[in-house]
Every structure is written in structure tokens, then in C-alpha cells.
């Protein structure tokens, strides 16, 4: 049941454009904060999320060490400005929720028994939020623990999958998910198809449910291999700057002010 | 055996014991493509796990990112990051941060910290009622030490019982990623002894990440060690730094050279390997 008025499928297509099982245009970056072990930033359309891990590292208090296996630690936090209405700072409800389904998303595939008594800590910051934000964490912390260099079995991958207006629909905006019927989170490790992360929120039969789950496997396929290539993009050796192109830049500088003193 | 105290030991040895460390020969294999968690590596077929890798149904898969290194004997993964986890017998350079009853605990740069007990840091006999053991090691002090025992979960125990184990007096600490520890050595320590013999600094490399520098030139050192690291996945790098460090050939000469720059005797090794 749509809650607008307005009609979110139009012959056919979604408001903005995209097909049913499209995605929006997506970034993917790592190595964004110095700082840190590994980092990384994502963004799906105007879902935005930078995320930091660290690790694995010293952990207190010390009741929380476990002397056979090592910790993870998952924060996600909406910043005050990520939305039209100001979020209040600080832990909430759905903050806390949403840190630990994201924390059993990866403790399947982190080699956790092979750093016992650490923590690994994983910081999820969504600066912008329009829908569809805790799959774009997941992804970018997949990242952000990949070049951390902790061992994995494998990466994982999520996208969130609804029903609007009636259809069932890949990669929700900030606007379909506020009046969706129904809306799907999923997780998981791609090569596997196994399932790390699955949420439901509405009202879905059975069939739709499993029509869901095949959408996600096809869509989490696409957004893996995006995750690879940032990956391998990272490490790629950059073109060395040589005298040449370094006197160009001069050049074109001077040519600039130039311009600017005429103007 | 080791018969004098640590402390008291004179700089004779600098530069030798940085050989034993063993030296990965990454240079052939920075052509290779980089492989991610979960992918698959090579077959198994009767071959020993190396670091960084499991395996699954006869299929051998990579941990982390890194660089593959497949032989006859062995696949295994070197990282492109990751901490320093103690393993038996690694050198280290520690920082001392606590002094107990009967022993020191010592830094070494890793998520565990480990212990140096009297008994292995002190060549002497100890009446640790009557004695204050600071007087050996202090908070702050900064040792050359190995690493001598690891348990289960990860206690660790670190001696001085070791050749070319020292308090290291002065100088600067500079910290790497310790994955990038066997790229600074070089193919039989051929790149620390070109920043040894051209900067003329005494160098000491710990597996832990941590490097160790005293010299009038540590500059031009330190900020060939970083250079390593941030471009250790690349080609021709011993070149690169060899026309970095070029100008400063002349203070291998002077100061600490006679403990800098390849030795005569492990270059007639490095020629028999």
C-alpha cells in the first residue's frame, strides 16, 4: 500500500528512470582515511557511507577479551546531517539493531580463532542517507576490512530488494523505501550463495519472498564484482610523474593566471 | 652463550644479525595480479598451507589480500597489510612499558604484549627480593629481542638469550606495516645494506614493524624506508632508491660505516645461494 499519493512506477519504470532490477549509479573507494588499518568509501546514488576498520587490535575492558577467539566490534551511525530531518546524535534503537545484524553479517567469514583476545573494530558512518543505508555499509566495510589485510574467508555482499506499487524492485531510494510495501535487506557471500544477513520489513507472500531472494543473488553478483575491481583498483601501480608533465602543469598555470589577470 | 650482559655490549655485531631475518623474494612475483579473500589460489595436490590461505574440498583459497606465491613445496599469500602477530624465534624491536618483580613488559608493536622475564633478559644472577631490575631495563628503553615463546591464545615471551639480542641506545624508531618488513630487507638484505652503505646509519629491522635508526644521516634513511613501503608492490624499486640515496654516498666513510653496508662475507654468501 503506497502511502503517497503519487504514483512511484511509471509505464513501467521507477521514478528516476531506473528499471526494476537496476541499480543506481554506484563508487566505490578504499583507502579513504589515512588513519586507519583499512578504509573505505561507498556510495549508491545519494547513499553515501565511509567506514573504518581496525585491527585486529588490543581489546578492554578486559571482561570482554574472549582467551579462545577474537571479537568483532560494529558501530553504525547515521551522522546528524545525513538526512532532510536533523538525526540526533548518539546510539538509538535502530542504531543498535542495525550494528549487530551487521556484526553476524560478517562474523561467518572473519577468521576470528586465529586472533584470540583482539578486537577488530568496524566504524559505519553514513554521511548521506537515501535509503537502502545499512546494505551500503555492509559493502563498504567489506572493503574497509579487505585492505585492513584481515583474513576472510571470502567478501561480503548486500543489496536491499522491495515491493512498490505492487512490483518488486532492486536497490531502493530514500523515497521508495519510506512508502514501500515491503523492503528486503540481504547479505551475503556470492561465490557461496550463502545467506549472512536477511531482514524483512512488510508484508510479502511466499512466492514474492523467494522471487526476492533470487533478485538479490543476481543484483549482490553485479555489486561483487564492483567490490573486486575497487579492490584490485587500489593496488594498481600509478603513473609516475615525469619532469614533462610536471613543466605542462607549470605551463597551464601560468596560462590560467594570465587569464584571470586579463579578466 | 653469551657472556656478557646486553647492555654492555659494544656495537661490534651491528649489521650482521639483520641477515638471518629471512628475506622474501617478492621481487619476482610484483608482476602478478593481486588476489582477494575467497578467491581461489591453485589446487591442492599433496602441497603445504603457507600463510594466508585455507582450504576447502582440495581447493586452496586465499585469506587476504595479497600477492600469490605458489612453488613445488608451498602456496601462500603475502599480505598487503596487516599487524604483526608474534611467531616463535621473529626478532624484534620492543619498547620496554612496565617494569614488574621478575621481569619487564615489553611493546612489540602487536595486538599482544609480551613478557621478558629476568631469567632471560639478564645474563647474571638476580636476587629479585634485594634488587630493583630497573636498573637493567627501564620504562622507555628500547631492545633488540626474540621472540621465545608463544601459547595457544597468544601469551608471548620474549628473550635476550639471542645473538645480536641488545638494548639499542639513542637513535630514531620509524614503524612500517609489517608485511612490508621482508621488502625493506631485499633479496638477502641486498636493499637495507644499499641504505646502510649510503647513508651510513646503523640500522636494526625488527619482523614486528619496527626499524631502529642511528646515524648523522637518518633523514635521507627514513625517508627511503617509507618510500619502500608505500611502493613496495612495484617494480625496480632497489634502483629507485639506490638514484634516491645518491648524493650521500661519501658518508659511508665516516661515522658508523664500519657497521653499515654488506659485509664481505655476506656478499660471498649471497653468491653461494
Not at chain 1, 201 to 214: A, M, N, Q, S
Not at chain 2, 67 to 87: F, H, Q
Not at chain 2, 89 to 99: L, R, S
Not at chain 2, 253 to 269: I, L, M, R, T
Amino acid at each position: 500500500m503506497a502511502k503517497t499519493e503519487e504514483k512511484l512506477i511509471v509505464n513501467g519504470k521507477r521514478l528516476d528512470g531506473r528499471a526494476f532490477a537496476d541499480l543506481r549509479p554506484v563508487r566505490m573507494q578504499v583507502g579513504v582515511v589515512e588513519r586507519a588499518d583499512g578504509s573505505a568509501q561507498v556510495s549508491f546514488g545519494n547513499t553515501e557511507a565511509i567506514v573504518s576498520a581496525y585491527g585486529p587490535r588490543k581489546l578492554f575492558p578486559r571482561f570482554m577479551q574472549e582467551q579462545d577467539t577474537g571479537i568483532i566490534r560494529y558501530r553504525y551511525n547515521m551522522a546528524a546531517f545525513s538526512t532532510s530531518d536533523r538525526v540526533q546524535p548518539g546510539t538509538s534503537r535502530r542504531g543498535i539493531e542495525i550494528s549487530k545484524v551487521s556484526r553476524i553479517a560478517f562474523e561467518p567469514v572473519i577468521f576470528l580463532e586465529d586472533f584470540p583476545v583482539t578486537t577488530i573494530d568496524v566504524f559505519t558512518e553514513i554521511i548521506q542517507a537515501d535509503g537502502s543505508t545499512r546494505v551500503t555499509g555492509i559493502n563498504a566495510a567489506s572493503l574497509a576490512l579487505a585492505t585492513a589485510g584481515i583474513p576472510m574467508r571470502n567478501l561480503i555482499t548486500a543489496c536491499s530488494v522491495g515491493k512498490v506499487d505492487g512490483e518488486l524492485v532492486v536497490d531502493l531510494n530514500g523515497q521508495e523505501d519510506n512508502n514501500s510495501d515491503a523492503d528486503v535487506a540481504i547479505a551475503m557471500i556470492v561465490p557461496k550463495e550463502k545467506l549472512t544477513l536477511l531482514q524483512m520489513d512488510g508484508l510479502l507472500t511466499k512466492e514474492e519472498l523467494f522471487k526476492i531472494l533470487d533478485m538479490g543473488r543476481d543484483t549482490c553478483k553485479k555489486i561483487y564484482e564492483m567490490q573486486k575491481s575497487a579492490i584490485k583498483e587500489a593496488y594498481k601501480p600509478k603513473p609516475e610523474k615525469t619532469e614533462k608533465t610536471e613543466k605542462e602543469a607549470k605551463t597551464e598555470k601560468e596560462k590560467n593566471r594570465k587569464v584571470k589577470e586579463e579578466r | 652463550m653469551i657472556t656478557r650482559r646486553p647492555y654492555e655490549e659494544k656495537e661490534e655485531r651491528t649489521g650482521k644479525e639483520d641477515e638471518n631475518l629471512e628475506s622474501v623474494e617478492m621481487q619476482e612475483h610484483t608482476l602478478r595480479e593481486i588476489v582477494l579473500p575467497g578467491e581461489m589460489v591453485a589446487e591442492k595436490k599433496g602441497r603445504k598451507l603457507g600463510d594466508n590461505v585455507y582450504e576447502e574440498d582440495d581447493k586452496i583459497f586465499a585469506k587476504v589480500v595479497g600477492i600469490s606465491v605458489v612453488n613445488e613445496n608451498e602456496i601462500k599469500i603475502i599480505p598487503m597489510a596487516g599487524v604483526y602477530i608474534p611467531k616463535i624465534n621473529d626478532k624484534v624491536i620492543g619498547v620496554i612499558t612496565e617494569v614488574g618483580i621478575s621481569g619487564w613488559t615489553v611493546d612489540i608493536n602487536s595486538p599482544y604484549i609480551s613478557f621478558l622475564p629476568v631469567s632471560e633478559g639478564v645474563d647474571e644472577f638476580v636476587d629479585t627480593n634485594r634488587m630493583d631490575i630497573s636498573r637493567f631495563f627501564d620504562v622507555g628503553d628500547v631492545i633488540f629481542c626474540k621472540v621465545s615463546k608463544v601459547t595457544k591464545n597468544k601469551t608471548i615471551r620474549v628473550s635476550m638469550r639471542s645473538l645480536g639480542a641488545r638494548k639499542l641506545y639513542g637513535g630514531a624508531i620509524v614503524k612500517v606495516q609489517p608485511t612490508k618488513i621482508p621488502r625493506i630487507i631485499g633479496k638477502a638484505g641486498s636493499m637495507i645494506n644499499l641504505i646502510k652503505t649510503k647513508t651510513g646509519c646503523v640500522i636494526y629491522v625488527g619482523k614486528n614493524g619496527v626499524i631502529w635508526i642511528r646515524g648523522d644521516n637518518n633523514i635521507k634513511a627514513i625517508e627511503a624506508i617509507l618510500t619502500i613501503e608505500r611502493e613496495s608492490h612495484t617494480v625496480g624499486l632497489t634502483d629507485k632508491i639506490d638514484k634516491m640515496l645518491g648524493g650521500s654516498a661519501g658518508y659511508a666513510g665516516v661515522g658508523y660505516a664500519s657497521s653499515g653496508g654488506p659485509s664481505k662475507e655476506s656478499s660471498q654468501e649471497s653468491k653461494q645461494e
